[in-house]
């Protein structure tokens, strides 16, 4: 009886003399159909061209195969896989807590974080949290709700509407700016700040040294002190 030992399965295709079929469909290096060969002559013209035969449908009948420099190709394919992974746009959820009688300076300084939030792309939980009494007066929760989506329009919208949950009171806020867009524009602003910063050290260096100044100075005074005692020199013969 057959028993599967374990063991990774490789998702690598077959290249070369791995390849077990009698013929196969190729594909040429600029990508132009050859047709269907022997494998012996694939993998003949794949030694002329200096190239890897690879084969790219395997399901295919007979199998599809392209004549390429393997090498270089996956090393493409992983920076175009690594470059996607950095591009990509996680949804992420911040949090931020308030109390239905926060004070002005408490309420700028929140808001200051949601902005923050917004504008990466980010979606905002907005929790009202009740104590005591409060409980009594959901209405103060509301408003403050209100009051913060829209004092944030221009950056977020209400994703989902204020609910009470328990002794909180719950907002979404959502964010105009889709992630992606919030990364690239971070991006930009980041080497738009490099390179003036690379602007400003080249002027410095391009700047000259005010040291040097003093010092003809003073050779200038002592050229005219010099000719002042030749003068008086000539005149005494």
Not at 59 to 82: H, T
Not at 213 to 221: I, L, M, Q, S
Request: proline residues 5%; charged residues 35%.
């Amino acid at each position: 009886m057959w028993c599967y030992r374990g063991g990774s399965i490789s998702t690598e295709p077959r290249i070369n003399d791995r390849i077990r079929v009698p013929e196969v469909r190729l594909v040429g290096p600029s990508g132009e159909q050859v047709g269907i060969v022997p494998l012996a002559k694939a993998l003949e013209l794949a030694q002329e061209y200096d190239l890897d035969l690879v084969e790219v449908a395997a399901s295919a009948r007979p199998p599809v195969c392209k004549l390429m420099d393997y090498g270089k190709f996956k090393y493409e394919s992983a920076m175009k896989a690594r470059e996607a992974r950095k591009n990509q746009a996680h949804t992420v959820i911040k949090e931020m807590k308030l109390r239905p009688k926060i004070d002005p300076h408490d309420y700028d300084t929140k808001k200051g974080h949601v902005v923050r939030f917004l504008k990466q792309g980010d979606k905002v939980k907005i929790t009202i949290m009740f104590r005591g009494r409060e409980q009594s007066r959901p209405e103060l929760g509301y408003r403050l709700l209100q009051r913060l989506a829209s004092d944030v329009e221009d950056l977020g919208f209400i994703e989902s509407n204020p609910k009470q949950d328990g002794r909180n009171m719950i907002m979404v806020l959502g964010p105009h700016k889709k992630k992606t867009e919030a990364m690239a524009e971070a991006r930009e602003a980041q080497a738009a700040r490099k390179a003036e910063r690379q602007g400003v050290a080249a002027a410095d260096e391009a700047t000259p040294s005010e040291e040097a100044a003093p010092v003809e100075a003073t050779d200038a005074k002592d050229a005219e002190v010099t000719e002042a005692d030749a003068g008086e020199a000539n005149a005494e013969a």
